[in-house]
Structure formats: C-alpha cells, structure tokens
C-alpha cells in the first residue's frame, strides 16, 4: 500500500496569512493526488485533483502542486470559513489511501 | 444536482451486522463508481472499497476482506455496503463518495460528490 505522509498535523495561523500544507507519497504517484477539506460534523469536500486542478466552485486561492512524490497545498490569504482539516490522498494505485489530516486553527 | 443520501444511525452489538445504503440521484446511476470511506472518531479518513454500479463488480481493501460485502439495486439507484462481525473498532462514520475519473482513460479519480455519513455505533 502507497503511505501518505501530511506535514504538519497541525498549524494555526490567521486570517490573511499564507498557509502550506505538504504531502509525501511513499512512492512515486505521478499525478494522481487529490485534496480533500473537512469541516467539523460534515463529509470531506474535494478541493484540488490530479495535484494541480481546482475543483469546479472552489476559490481560486486554493491551489496545488507538486508531482511524484511530494505535492503542496497552499492557501493564498487564509479565511475564516478555511478553518478545517485537509486530507491529500492517491488515486494511483488500490487500496486508495489518506494522508493523516492537518488541522488548521485560528491564531 | 447530485445528490448521495445515506440510511440513518445504527446501533449494533459485538458480532453483528450492519447495512448501510447509499442511494444516488442526479446523475446516471450506472457511469460512476461508488466508493465507501470511513471515519472513526476523531481519526482521520480509511477507504474500504469501491463498487462498479453497472456489472456490480467489487474491489475490496484488504482489512475488511471476508467482512465487507458492497451490493446495488440499479432499479432505486442504490448501493449498499454491509459489514459483519462487528467490533468495538468499527464504531465509525460511514461514507459512499462518486467517483469522478479524471483522465481520459480513466486512470486517477478523486470522490466528487459524498453522502451526509452514516453513524454507526457497536457497543454491548
């Protein structure tokens, strides 16, 4: 099974600032990585597919990049409705697989 | 729009079963795979297999082998995810998730569109 690895588990930041979150394949995925957010109580909602397309009605200031085995989040200017947990996970191979979850706090 | 609604919360007993569906609208039933995901609480995400709605052909991850068993009816456009032997460790929330292939030969997906959960509680 491919392991995702999420740094860091955690951050806390405020409105305004610039925030990456990074994921780490323990294999070569090419492309074949996706973000997920997640808010309290609801299910996950995908930001960003295929490491670097935004999902149709996802705000521009989510993007990603990376490929292989090392890929980035990065939220541009940080809003109070982005407070969440943000999961990458591999469609390369099956079993699909998660990484462990960043939860990013208010400052 | 697409929609995915899932069966309520279920309480269950060491060693029984439980089923959950997962009924689908919006879209034709039959050109998207279904995933199951799961979430135990306060941890993170664990996908547990994935169904094709058209022949109804399955592929389970190896964890739940011989545990899980995923089904549809394509006449209400529902997919149903059973799991047996239950243990304490499977008190989780339960997703089905649409896939949505995003290559043109169909390699690498993401799940597009979720159900709301499904709860299930196994305790004595």
């Known amino acids: 099974d491919i392991q995702m690895t999420q740094s860091p588990s955690s951050l806390s930041a405020s409105v305004g600032d610039r925030v990456t979150i990074t994921c780490r394949a323990s294999?070569?995925?090419?492309?074949?990585l996706n973000w997920y957010q997640q808010k309290l109580g609801k299910a996950p909602k995908v930001l960003i597919y295929?490491?670097?397309s935004l999902q149709s009605g996802v705000s521009s200031r989510f993007s990603g990049s990376g490929s292989g085995t090392d890929f980035t989040l990065t939220i541009s200017s940080l809003q109070p409705e982005d407070f969440a947990t943000y999961y990458c996970?591999?469609?390369?191979?099956?079993?699909?697989?998660f990484g462990q979850g960043t939860k990013v706090e208010i400052k | 729009q697409v929609q995915l609604v899932q069966s309520g919360a279920e309480v269950k007993k060491p060693g029984a079963s439980v089923k959950v569906s997962c009924k689908a609208s919006?879209?034709?039933?039959?050109?998207?795979?279904i995933h199951w995901v799961r979430q135990a609480p306060g941890q993170g995400l664990e996908w547990m297999g994935i169904?094709?709605?058209?022949?109804?052909?399955?592929t389970y991850a190896q964890k739940f082998r011989g545990r899980v068993t995923m089904t549809r009816d394509t006449s209400t456009s529902t997919v149903y995810m059973e799991l047996s032997s239950l243990k304490s460790e499977d008190t989780a929330v339960y997703y089905c998730?649409?896939?949505?292939?995003?290559?043109?030969?169909?390699?690498?997906?993401?799940?597009?569109?979720w159900g709301q959960g499904t709860m299930v509680i196994v305790s004595s």
């Open positions: 998730a649409r896939d949505a292939p995003y290559y043109s030969d169909d390699s690498g997906d993401a799940f597009d569109f």
């Open positions: 919006g879209y034709t039933f039959t050109r998207n795979y």
């Open positions: 169904m094709n709605p058209s022949g109804g052909s399955t």
């Open positions: 294999e070569s995925i090419d492309t074949y």
């Open positions: 295929a490491a670097t």
């Open positions: 996970q591999q469609s390369y191979s099956t079993p699909r697989t």
